[in-house]
């Protein structure tokens, strides 16, 4: 079975700083590794996914994220953060598709990201 | 804005009762996913449909069901309402399982049971 862990339920941040939201993963076989973010009395949005390819990909909003196969890590960047990055972020991981088999998404707990001002 | 849509917003109904949770998928998206969010839970897959067909089922209860309509939209019935059943319930959609490809959420239907 697939799992994703996201050892920090909470991480504080100053504005204009660098930011790193980690997220580790289980899966077998290559994984799908995605970044979504979730505002106050909303749905999830689609931030960034990994698929394959460069380990470094970027995605909505100047975030990036770093896929390291060897530490199963898929960390969320940015390299400034804003106050209104503050929300609610989830990494979810997918097993790569068998023919047309179950594709829906495991996720982590959360961690809550706070900008400071 | 996703491009899907749930309906209701909120809904409140007590314990033994049975509801209904709709959604719209995005424009031109085959498949449909539900997903509960809860405090202890977290984010879990319930379960999947893709062009009106079950396709796939995660931490669903027996208690509740699915089905796909051929204008894709989907339904998720909830019946014998436990107290513990209170929750976020999210649906997403994306182009077609099997692929790469993101799935987007809707806004969800916060179900709250007395």
């Known amino acids: 079975a697939q799992s994703v862990a996201q050892p920090e339920d909470q991480v504080n941040v100053a504005e204009g700083n660098p930011l790193t939201v980690k997220c580790t993963y289980s899966?077998?076989?290559?994984?799908?590794l995605f970044w979504y973010v979730q505002y106050p009395n909303r749905g999830l949005q689609f931030l960034l996914k990994y698929i394959t390819g460069d380990n470094l990909v970027k995605g909505s909003y100047g975030f990036e994220a770093e896929f390291n196969k060897s530490q199963t890590s898929f960390h969320l960047k940015k390299p400034s953060a804003l106050v209104s990055d503050s929300a609610l972020y989830f990494c979810?991981?997918?097993?790569?598709?068998?023919?047309?088999?179950?594709?829906?998404?495991?996720f982590g707990k959360g961690t809550h990201l706070i900008i400071q001002p | 804005d996703s491009g899907v849509t749930q309906t209701p917003k909120h809904l409140i109904t007590a314990t033994g009762q049975r509801v209904t949770l709709r959604c719209s998928p995005r424009?031109?998206?085959?498949?449909v996913y539900w997903y509960q969010q809860s405090l202890d839970q977290g984010l879990q897959f319930l379960i999947q449909y893709y062009n009106g067909e079950e396709r796939a089922k995660g931490n669903i209860l027996e208690r509740f069901s699915a089905q796909q309509f051929p204008d894709l939209h989907s339904e998720l019935n909830l019946s014998s309402l436990e107290l513990g059943d209170s929750a976020l319930y999210f649906c997403?959609?994306?182009?077609?399982?099997?692929?790469?490809?993101?799935?987007?959420f809707g806004p969800g239907t916060r179900l709250t049971v007395t």
């Open positions: 899966v077998s076989g290559n994984p799908y």
């Open positions: 424009s031109g998206d085959l498949s």
């Open positions: 997403a959609s994306s182009v077609t399982p099997g692929r790469a490809y993101e799935q987007y």
């Open positions: 979810a991981v997918r097993a790569p598709p068998k023919g047309g088999g179950a594709d829906g998404l495991t």
